[in-house]
């Protein structure tokens, strides 16, 4: 009777603020808060816009009766405060990647449409984090005062380094345990290590042929476009079904349109950079120096499993490596091509130094490790890891069992921790909605309703567990 009359008291908070919820969602989507570390300035370490967000995630938390603080623009945090200091953490990220091309909405403002928000982040996270900021708000509104502390933590850096978690530990002790709504439901007890990487090609000669090569918004995502621009002529070249050739001032340019995704989901996606890349080895538009880059980029991004460059793996707990190119850019005479791996516990990260660097040293390129996250794992049958999944369970009807990711989220930065939805992959969208990191990116208000009173079940019952 006690679990059917907090449910139904769930029920009826959700349909008393939701209107709200979508409302707040608005506020932060309108804020680009893209990474711009040529705009930093002090209270603003990643650029004004995540900076700007942060602000108004202390504002919104403030508004629902939480103590906040900013802690100079790193990162914020807003307290619950329980009958004891002991924290039970939640956290989410403000920041997102940039838009990108190919919306068919405004994608920074929230569009609503049959039941679902689209906008630059509804889902990735500025969604989650005002659920579960609404999530922690249903307690006091019941006038229920908890035995531990609950603390919103929010991120301005979790899409390009997390270095606001590494700000967050330098200063601030880690709750007893966090969960993130940044990844898919029932619960995520491993994640996959993460490994970024830059190539760099020795200067071209004057026989070079390409004049500019760009592609891709950020590291961490599959581009769905890419371009170059090649001394050749441009009437004496076809275009193919994700290929346009146009004249660029007597240049030949190639547009390249492919399908983007999440670096940590390759499947079903398509490379612009590697359609580019293709097109220039097939119609040979290339020198001999660019060819053996191109070469190398072909190998890279052909196979998302790394068997093109000798890092094919895999193990019992997640499966294969994955690898995605994510950006192109020519800079100067150089050519520069940024890799993003998801690894599992059967490689390392020295060995995937060794093999990649040796690879990039054959031919004269440059390779730099740019970012390392080892593979994380907890117990699935661990207390904190059931209370979670019996809250999804409990929600939803299902009878679902943990599982691990090859996306890289907050959870991995602290002591103890899961990632915890919102995301059910199982359900199925309208074509015209896409997920994060991609144009279009939208999410099921039901399926946020559903996060919402799981959320609200699952510090119920943290709240009954021995810290």
């Known amino acids: 009777m006690e679990h059917e009359e907090l449910g139904a008291k769930i029920d009826a908070y959700i349909d008393e603020v939701w209107e709200q919820v979508v409302e707040d969602i608005d506020t932060l989507v309108r804020i680009p808060s893209t990474e711009d570390l040529d705009s930093a300035a002090p209270g603003a370490p990643y650029g004004p816009g995540p900076a700007e967000a942060l602000k108004a995630g202390v504002a919104l938390a403030e508004k629902l009766g939480y103590d906040a603080t900013n802690m100079d623009g790193h990162i914020a945090f ?64 019941h006038g229920i005062e908890l035995p531990y502390t609950i603390r919103m933590i ?86 193919t079904d994700r290929i346009t050739v146009s004249d660029a001032n007597g240049n030949a340019r190639l547009d390249a349109q492919g399908i983007g995704g999440h670096a940590s989901k390759p499947e079903g996606t398509i490379n612009a950079i590697g359609l580019i890349v293709d097109y220039l080895l097939e ?46 850019e020519k800079d100067g005479d150089r050519i520069v091509q940024t890799i993003d791996i998801r690894y599992p516990t059967s490689i390392t990260s020295d060995e995937l130094i060794e093999k990649l660097g040796s690879r990039a040293r054959e031919i004269g390129a440059e390779f730099d490790n740019t970012l390392l996250m080892v593979p994380f ?27 691990t990711i090859g996306g890289g989220t907050y959870a991995r930065e602290f002591t103890s921790g899961a990632s915890f939805g919102p995301n059910m992959p199982w359900l199925d969208h309208p074509d015209w909605i896409a997920g994060e990191h991609s144009a279009n990116e939208g999410v099921s208000e039901d399926m946020l309703k559903t996060a919402l009173k799981i959320y609200i079940l699952t510090i119920d019952r943290l709240m009954k567990l021995d810290f």
Not at 289 to 297: G, I, V
Not at 393 to 398: E, F
Request: glycine share 14%; hydrophobic share 35%; charged share 20%.
């Open 78 to 141: 807003a307290d619950l405060p329980g009958k004891s200091d002991t924290q039970i953490g939640i956290i989410g990220h403000l920041d997102v990647v940039p838009a990108g091309s190919g919306w068919d909405f405004e994608p920074f403002q929230v569009t609503r449409k049959d039941g679902y928000l689209i906008g630059r982040g509804v889902l990735d996270d500025k969604g989650p984090s005002v659920v579960a900021m609404y999530a922690m708000h249903f307690f006091p509104k």
């Open 154 to 239: 929010m991120g301005g850096n979790e899409e390009s380094g997390m270095r606001d978690v590494a700000y967050y530990r330098e200063h601030v002790a880690d709750p007893a345990f966090v969960f993130t709504p940044d990844a898919d439901f029932p619960v995520c007890y491993g994640e996959k290590g993460g490994f970024d990487g830059r190539f760099e090609s020795m200067p071209m000669g004057g026989d070079a042929m390409i004049v500019d090569f760009g592609g891709g918004n950020a590291t961490n995502a599959v581009p769905s476009e890419a371009y170059a621009i090649v001394k050749a002529d441009p009437s004496k070249l076809a275009g």
């Open 283 to 328: 119609h040979d538009l290339c020198s001999e120096d660019e060819r053996a880059f191109l070469q190398l980029q072909h190998d890279l991004l052909s196979a998302s499993d790394g068997s093109g460059v000798g890092v094919k793996t895999s193990d019992e707990h997640f499966g294969p490596l994955t690898l995605i190119g994510g950006t192109v």
């Open 377 to 403: 794992l907890v117990e699935p049958d661990s207390p904190m890891i059931q209370a979670l999944l019996d809250s999804f369970n409990d929600a939803t009807g299902m009878h679902e069992k943990p599982f």
